[in-house]
């Protein structure tokens, strides 16, 4: 059986509640793709939305906790020892084009250190989340990173960049290193999701450059919690922060890190 402590109970149930109407919104999408203006002021208000429902009720539970979120940034709280790091909807390209890949992502900082993550994708209802030193599940079911050893029969993820961000040529030859050796590399849209995927051992590993921290909070501790290796692409500490994310389980890390770190472009 799972453990939730009170914090963690507040925020499934904050995500739970916010997944809702974004259900909504996700089943009239299709109406819209065909409307003059297009999805995008649609999505905006639904994001906007999403946010200040998984604001208000986690400010309702904990009034004294501060934010750090997507759309409305950092919010002080008098408690500065907690905060709530907040993707209102992570995976929001596929969401305006309909694919049902998208979460809500929140982790809880306590004195600096990630400590519950909560990400839940509301059309599959699949719900993730992981307490520091209880595990990582989904739904009921504990996870745990893969075991594999070589690259040759892994499969990795990653994210791109698109129109507007840097990296281009980077991020293509780090793809081909990576494919030439292994099974293969996906590229599904929601870093979260990303990470999530890892800890439920679907994928062996996930790198990706150019993220904010609402995309990796909650990931993280799933990552810890199901016994894998996170760090960022220097191998360091500064994943939160820095932009940049690798994990895998702990025989692939160093085997993906070496790797990516001898790419040049
Ligand atoms: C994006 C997704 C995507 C990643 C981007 C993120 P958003 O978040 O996580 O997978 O490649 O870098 O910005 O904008 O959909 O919340
Ligand atoms: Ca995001």
Redesign the pocket.
């Known amino acids: 059986m799972s453990y939730q402590s009170p914090a963690l109970n507040v925020m499934i149930a904050a995500a739970r509640k916010a997944g809702r109407p974004l259900v909504r919104d996700f089943g009239e999408l299709e109406n819209l793709q065909i409307s003059m203006k297009g999805p995008a002021d649609f999505v905006t208000s639904a ?1 906007k939305r999403t946010e200040k429902i998984l604001i208000d009720e986690l400010s309702h539970a904990r009034p004294n906790y501060g934010f750090l979120a ?1 759309e409305c940034g950092a919010i002080e709280g008098k408690d500065k020892s907690h905060r709530f790091i907040i ?9 305006m084009h309909g694919v049902p890949h ?1 979460a809500i992502s929140i982790g809880l900082e306590r004195e600096g250190q990630l400590v519950n993550g909560v990400i839940y994708n509301p059309v599959t209802d699949d719900l993730y989340f992981a307490e520091k030193n209880h595990g990582a599940y989904l739904n009921n079911k504990r996870l745990r990173v893969t075991a594999r050893k070589e690259m040759a029969p892994s499969l990795f993820a990653t ?4 129109l507007g ?1 840097e990296g281009h040529a980077r991020a293509s030859a780090e793809i081909a290193a990576v494919t030439s050796v292994s099974s293969g590399i996906r ?8 990470l999530a995927y890892v800890a439920a051992g679907r994928f062996d590993g996930f790198w ?1 450059r ?3 921290p ?2 990796v909070a909650a990931g993280i501790v799933l990552l810890r919690e199901a016994g894998g290796m996170v760090t960022d692409m220097h191998g360091g500490t500064d994943m939160l922060t820095g932009g940049t994310i690798l994990c895998a389980n702990e025989n692939l890390h160093p085997q993906l890190l070496k790797l990516l770190k001898g790419v040049t472009a």
Request: hydrophobic content about 35%.
């Open positions: 994001d997507e993707d209102p909807i992570d995976g929001t390209t596929n969401f998208f994210g791109m960049p698109f961000k590229r599904f849209g929601a870093a979260s999701l990303d990706e150019g993220l904010q609402w995309d």
